[in-house]
């Protein structure tokens, strides 16, 4: 036992439950980090998710053990959500320009930009899974104000979340592949973070969730369709 932290044969089960939570609640992340490490070089990609990966084991494990403060502060995902609309409108915005100038389409953030980027949406998106991860082990006896099993909320988010680097790097290569991609990912991001930005204020209605996916589905199949 470490930091009154205990473990049992059937807290095994629950951290792969856990880590399969992280990958659908952090599917929308995945789509938002493949578009932001699409514009590296393909050699820099892994590296940039890699290190973010690296961080958020830190910045996980202080968000479990500041739950409550993290919670009050609905600006974060007010920031991320704002941005993410940002990024989408500035990404046709200049497209369209690059066009009418005949320049092409804009340039590539640095690096350690890029890591930044992936640290920020990391904390935006890392509530919801956080939350969602506490409420998994409310039935767990509390002694002295830490729940014993509050590294099973730890290990299974942080499993969760190296698959979702994978998969942002599946999404970013996808992104090179088929052109039309590009275009749809942006609109996915807008997308994305109008759904942030309604959570943030308690906004979202009960069917919002599967209209949501079914927006996201669309906007994906069309990435793969050939121009006529």
Avoid: C
Avoid at 18 to 40: K, P, T, Y
């Amino acid at each position: 036992m470490i930091l009154d932290q205990s473990f049992a044969l059937t807290d095994i089960p629950r951290i792969f439950t856990l880590s399969f939570l992280e990958l659908l609640l952090s599917a929308d992340n995945a789509i938002v980090l493949g578009v932001i490490v699409h514009r590296l070089a393909p050699h820099l990609r892994k590296k940039a998710l890699y290190i973010g990966v690296i961080s958020a084991f830190f910045f996980r494990g202080l968000g479990l053990l500041s739950l409550s403060l993290l919670l009050q502060y609905d600006w974060i995902q007010m920031l991320g959500a704002g941005y993410l609309i940002y990024l989408s409108l500035n990404h046709f915005l200049k497209k369209r320009r690059s066009k009418e100038d005949g320049l092409l389409p804009h340039t590539a953030l640095s690096f350690w930009k890029t890591v930044l980027l992936i640290e920020l949406f990391d904390l935006a998106f890392a509530i919801d899974s956080i939350v969602a991860g506490v409420a998994f082990i409310t039935d767990t006896h509390v002694v002295d104000g830490l729940n014993p099993k509050l590294w099973i909320v730890y290990l299974g988010g942080m499993l969760g979340l190296i698959g979702t680097r994978y998969a942002a790097d599946l999404f970013s290569s996808l992104i090179g592949k088929f052109p039309r991609l590009e275009a749809s990912a942006y609109m996915m991001i807008a997308w994305i973070g109008l759904k942030l930005g309604l959570s943030s204020i308690d906004m979202t209605p009960p069917e919002f969730a599967p209209l949501f996916w079914v927006v996201i589905a669309i906007l994906f199949i069309s990435g793969f369709l050939k121009r006529r």
